[in-house]
């Protein structure tokens, strides 16, 4: 007979390793999403999903009612959880689709604009907006969805402000 540690325990001793094996293979994943579950709740606060709609409809609503007709105003946001989870919402379709799309051409020699959504070069012909804020070009297909989700530029961070009725930007960049 072969001397093993688990001589004279017949089939118990390899039956009980493979449970604990599979124990812990169980185990240590349950763990990592408890503590992952319990930091994005004290991240972003509990249930924030119909605390942030009401805000929305509300700022929106009083947003609308007080800007004065050709006046700038302040891309929507809110601010979810208080101090401690502070997410901006994004722009309405409305605001994003004031800021003027143009087709890019490039007029100037030098590094090819590059589009910092879909990190591709921005090439002649293709669709872009330019951001009032900061002058950033981008494609427009990218930060439309961009600034539906957020209310900055991808580039700089600069808070995007749409005035309404403005004109078309120059097409040539």
């Known amino acids: 007979m072969l001397h093993s540690p688990w001589a004279g325990h017949g089939a118990v001793g390899p039956l ?14 349950a763990l990592v999403f408890v503590f992952a579950s319990y930091v994005g709740l004290r991240r972003h606060g509990r249930a924030p999903g ?4 009401v805000h929305i409809i509300l700022l929106q609503g009083s947003a609308r009612a007080a800007a004065a007709p050709g006046a700038p105003r302040p891309a929507a946001r809110h601010r979810a959880g208080g101090a401690r989870g502070q997410r901006a919402a994004g722009l309405s379709q409305e605001d994003v689709e004031a800021i003027p799309a143009f087709e890019y051409r490039r007029k100037v020699a030098g590094p090819a604009e ?37 209310a900055t530029c991808p580039m700089c961070r600069a808070d995007v402000k749409v005035a309404a009725g403005e004109p078309p930007a120059e097409a040539a960049v």
Not at 50 to 53: E, F, I
């Open 16 to 29: 009980r390793e493979a449970v604990h094996d599979v124990g812990a293979a169980i185990a240590i994943p």
């Open 50 to 53: 119909r605390r942030v709609l």
């Open 114 to 150: 590059q589009c910092a959504v879909c990190i591709n070069v921005v090439r002649d012909g293709e669709k872009v907006r330019r951001l009032p804020a900061c002058g950033h070009t981008l494609h427009a297909p990218c930060v439309d969805g961009w600034l539906r989700a957020h």
